[in-house]
Nanobody, 126 residues
């Protein structure tokens, strides 16, 4: 069983930064697509960013492009999301997610990700 554990959320003022981390408890992936999603109150869970466990290509939602950066450290089995220039619309629970082993095709649909973390709250005050 793969477990994803997020950390790094918190309260920050508008214009500030946070870095989220997601530790993969067991590295079963030779390669897979990893992603970050978020869910604000009363809204659907939405795609934020994705990266392959092996490879440099990254993908972003338009709403975060230029402000957020997804990265990973394979040696530490950790996925990151650096969030800069935060605004109140970024307030949400942020989830780390992974597709099944070997599935590396890009997708922004949450239905295509099978492993999920418990989420970490990010609150941006105005």
């Amino acid at each position: 069983q793969v477990q994803l554990v997020e950390s790094g959320g918190g309260l920050v003022q508008a214009g500030g930064s946070l870095r989220l981390s997601c530790v993969v408890s067991r590295r079963t992936f030779s390669n897979a697509l990893m992603g970050w999603f978020r869910q604000a109150p009363m809204k659907d869970r939405e795609f934020v960013a994705a990266i392959r466990w092996i490879g440099a290509t990254t993908y972003y939602a338009d709403s975060v492009k230029g402000r957020f950066t997804i990265s990973r450290d394979n040696a530490k089995n950790t996925l990151y999301l650096q969030m800069n220039s935060l605004n109140p619309e970024d307030t949400a629970v942020y989830y780390c997610a992974a597709r099944a082993e070997g599935l590396t095709d890009y997708t922004s649909s949450r239905m295509d990700y099978v492993y999920w973390g418990q989420g970490t709250q990010v609150t941006v005050s105005s």
